[in-house]
């Protein structure tokens, strides 16, 4: 996480972190409007996953683009991933969150 992190910070993105899916939920609540997108895990302990994570995001704002991050669910990403979502198999290099983010936030910016 703290890699991902820095890749993030020193692409320029200012980033809020969830410890697990409780606190991701807690963080959609109070900080919705300052999202531009969304990255999460999806095994993140107790709590809701980061399927979960992401439907609730996009109740709440529904253009939100949605990257997630696995190592062992990318299987049911056609199933359970929200519509317009990239899905990066673990392990995987900090540079590609970075890309796949990145490139998430540009197809949805109004031209």
């Given at each position: 996480?703290?890699?991902?992190?820095?890749?993030l910070q020193e692409a320029?993105?200012?980033?809020?972190?969830a410890c697990d899916g409780n606190e991701a939920f807690d963080l959609?609540?109070?900080?919705?409007g300052e999202l531009n997108g969304l990255i999460t895990d999806i095994k993140l302990g107790d709590g809701p996953n980061g399927w979960e994570i992401a439907r609730r995001a996009?109740?709440?704002?529904s253009g939100l683009p949605v990257l997630y991050v696995s190592g062992t669910s990318e299987h049911q990403?056609?199933?359970e991933g929200v519509p317009g979502s990239l899905i990066i198999s673990k392990p995987f290099a900090?540079?590609?969150?970075v890309v796949a983010i990145s490139s998430l936030l540009f197809?949805?910016?109004p031209p």
């Open positions: 996480q703290a890699v991902v992190d820095i890749a320029g993105f200012e980033v809020l972190i959609l609540g109070s900080r919705i996009r109740e709440l704002s990403w056609a199933s900090p540079t590609q969150i197809a949805t910016e």
